[in-house]
């Protein structure tokens, strides 16, 4: 019995250590520059690779694209690579992204890989517009929506506090009496003053967690929801939301700057902030904001709006130039326009006090920014449109490789500079 007990926890071991994790067959795609970068003008020589256990497969077929991000203008099918590779050259006559997508066919199964390449990125200019009522329409929002008395709530979860942090579900009003923001709070437990980390989601819905592990570094953290609707209900509830009332939450009522959800969205995210400045346990100072995809562009409008806010931490950010596709570029999440030759006007307009940019060019305050070449739902041209935009203190760190998530050294380098602004130990 003690063999067989002992060959049955090795087969367990076994089973819970023998993951699966990658696949045989790769398709990689490569520039010839390694900062995946030339300037307008330039030639750049990409080579693809169809790889089988580390070695060209030899007569794969495979299908291709290749042009500006968005808008590719080759495409073929079928394609024999007698050696398993092919090269290819791109340029471009102004600043954008191009991009080489290379699909392999093999036993019945497809495999991806891509190249996206910065021709002057630098160089990359924005095309929305700025309302010349915009920071009205915003102030105004925002007094209205003080007017409701904040009325926080505070709910122990016990199962989640550790003996350094307090954990909370926490709720409190948005932009009008019975709407509410539900998030996690976190706080340390030792008394004191602290400085502190709003972290604002992608876009979906979902429970949330908090961030417990900087909490336990000193820092008060709040991790809210934009919903309106608790964050720790069972799974299947979010899921049965997201497939039916909340679903593409994101499209609705964009031909109305007022019925669109962005506009309790955002505010929300702003009264985040009024909620963080009247815990007694903050320092009066230090309040960052980060997040990524519509957390990044939630960053945005945070610093724009609440000059509280000391620094931000933007990843790929999301909603950002709208309207470049219809100037035939590729525009950010959720791509409003993308395709639509007659697009309905008043969504333009509106869209406009939603777009990331406008909300860029009125930062003041220091930002860390990241995001990768090979992002399809964030555009590196949207994202770069940003960055250029900005004329507050700010911080580029690239990724070029990088599709729409994150790298280890990327979550590191983005958590090592917001701890930094912090002044908390590393």
Known sequence: MRKIATLFALLVCLFVNAQIQGTNIIVSVTPDHDDWTYKVGETARLKAVVLKAGCPLKGVKVDYEAGAVMYPDVKKENVTLSDGTFSWKATMKEPGFYRLKVVANVNGKRYEGLCTVGFSPERIQPTATDPSDFDTFWQNALQSARHTPLEATRRLLPERSTEKVNVYEVSFHNTQWGSR?????????????????????????????????????????????????????????????????????WDANMDDRDKTPYKRIFIGAVRAIDYIASLPEWNGKDLGVT??????????????????????????????????????????????????????????????????????????????????????????????ATYNIITAPKTLSLYPQTAHHWYQEQWTEWEQWLWKQMNIKQ
């Open 291 to 384: 997040g990524s995809s519509q957390g990044g562009m939630l960053s945005l409008v945070c610093a724009a709006l609440d000059k509280r806010v000391s620094f931000i931490g933007v990843v790929h950010n999301a909603m950002c130039d709208h309207t470049a596709s219809l100037h035939g570029k590729a525009c950010g999440w959720p791509h409003y326009f993308y395709g639509q030759k007659h697009p309905n006007e008043q969504k333009v307009r509106t869209s406009a006090y939603y777009d990331g940019i406008n909300f860029a060019r009125r930062i003041t305050c220091p930002g860390w920014y990241s995001f990768g070449f090979n992002d399809e739902v964030v555009p590196p041209n949207s994202s770069y």
């Open 181 to 249: 923001t539900y998030g996690i709070l976190c706080i340390p437990t030792k008394a004191g003053k602290y400085p502190a980390l709003l972290r604002v989601p992608g876009a979906g819905v979902r429970p949330y967690q908090g961030d417990v592990w900087t909490a336990s570094q000193g820092v008060i953290t709040l991790e809210i929801g934009i919903h309106g609707i608790p964050v720790t209900m069972p799974q299947s509830v979010y899921d049965n939301l997201a497939n039916g009332a909340l679903n593409c939450y």
